[in-house]
């Protein structure tokens, strides 16, 4: 019997491998497989038999001609590095220890975080979070956005009843992104598949505030220096404005309040070196409370309000404080800082212009002037060197008249 057995199997398995060899160039048909397996089993039930050793071998060395390569038992074998690829390979950002991801969100772009909140749930809210998204408020509009600015916002998205300012925007760049990925962001294949996800954000969240400043829909309240293109009456001042983003130049547009008998005044193409957040929390049309006349000496640097006539609304004008006319200017007989008035000057009129000097009272100063010459409002110390350096940089190049 066990002869018999043998001679079957030999038999099946040569006529088998001719077979094979025939159709090596071809598809294999949908049996074929079948046999394969069928050969394997026999080859198990095989072993069970009392067959002599050198038999055995060339029939082993038959059977691995027939196996495919996946089906060979080296494939069975589990090596540690082979796992190890497997298991890398499976790993997920999300895997990775909370601090090291904290760390790598922390310093991701604004479009990087846009394309990490469209991977999962768990990253969208982790992406949207507000300690990630007010460093990037800082980092671009700290300079621009203050308190009157944030309490604007507040409002804003209190009393807004629609979301106008998320309108579809044109623009390119990262405007452009961040209206593709909020509220309707799109994840692009390699193959150029898209496919639509919502991921609506919190309206009252930084990373709201962040959209809607980028895209321009929200007008914010700031303070603008040489306004109106650097109009010559308003050299060296700083007038209140409400500004726009425009994300296609990198400028802002700027809105003024009615200047007396002036409608509203636009300018547009305001750089960002000619753009402030409000220094104090005055309004323009109120006056400031000076709170810095007894500190006040020869050389110090200031700004003060200053307005046309009463309709119009207040503007920073930068000035030095001078000498008094009996004093010559020398610092070891200067009295100047114990006396109860204070000569400001206004260095970029020329000497003989009327608006060269202006004397206010150290103790009871109010709004003083009149509709010929203005009214000048509140006093503040200038004592930033960032202050004093910018307004340098903006002096006219020729003698104000």
């Not at 692009?188 to 609506?200: F, G």
Request: some cysteine.
């Amino acid at each position: 019997n066990c002869l018999f057995v043998m001679l079957f199997f030999l038999i099946s398995c040569f006529s088998f491998i001719l077979f094979y060899k025939s159709l090596s160039l071809k598809p294999l048909p949908p049996w074929a497989c079948e046999v394969r397996l069928l050969s394997l089993w026999f080859w198990k039930d095989l072993s069970l038999f009392p067959i002599s050793k050198s038999i055995r071998n060339s029939l082993s060395s038959s059977f691995t001609l027939v196996l495919p390569s996946d089906m060979s038992p080296k494939k069975k074998i589990a090596h540690p590095i082979s796992e190890n690829v497997e298991l890398r390979q499976e790993m997920s950002v999300l895997d990775l220890p909370e601090l090291v991801l904290e760390c790598i969100l922390e310093r991701l772009p604004p479009d990087g975080l846009c394309r990490m909140a469209c991977v999962c749930s768990s990253l969208k809210d982790r992406c949207r979070s507000d300690h990630l998204w007010d460093r990037h408020l800082k980092q671009k509009w700290g300079s621009v956005i203050g308190s009157a600015a944030h309490r604007e916002w507040q409002w804003h998205i209190a009393t807004r009843k629609d979301s106008s300012f998320l309108d579809r925007t044109k623009g390119r760049g990262l405007m452009g992104y961040l209206w593709r990925l909020w509220p309707f962001p799109f994840v692009r294949s390699n193959l150029n598949n898209v496919s639509k996800r919502r991921y609506p954000f919190p309206v009252n969240s930084n990373m709201s505030w962040y959209h809607a400043l980028e895209t321009g829909k929200f007008w914010f309240p700031a303070q603008v220096y040489n306004r109106e293109n650097g109009h010559v009456g308003f050299m060296l001042s700083c007038y209140d404005a409400e500004l726009s983003y425009d994300p296609r130049t990198d400028t802002f547009q700027a809105r003024y309040p009615p200047h007396g008998r002036r409608a509203i005044a636009i300018e547009s193409c305001v750089t960002w070196d000619r753009i402030r957040a409000p220094p104090i929390d005055t309004s323009p049309h109120d006056l400031h409370i000076s709170d810095c006349l007894n500190e006040l000496s020869p050389g110090d640097h200031i700004e003060i309000q200053w307005r046309r006539n009463k309709e119009c609304p207040y503007g920073w004008w930068y000035g030095v404080v001078g000498h008094l006319e009996p004093c010559d200017g020398n610092n070891s007989y200067c009295r100047c800082r114990g006396s109860d008035t204070i000569v400001l000057e206004f260095n970029q009129y020329a000497f003989a212009s009327r608006w060269r000097r202006t004397i206010v009272s150290r103790k009871d100063h109010q709004e003083k002037g009149n509709e010929a010459d203005g009214f000048y409002g509140g006093i503040r110390k200038l004592s930033s060197r960032e202050d004093i350096s910018t307004w340098k940089r903006l002096w006219p190049t020729d003698i104000l008249e």
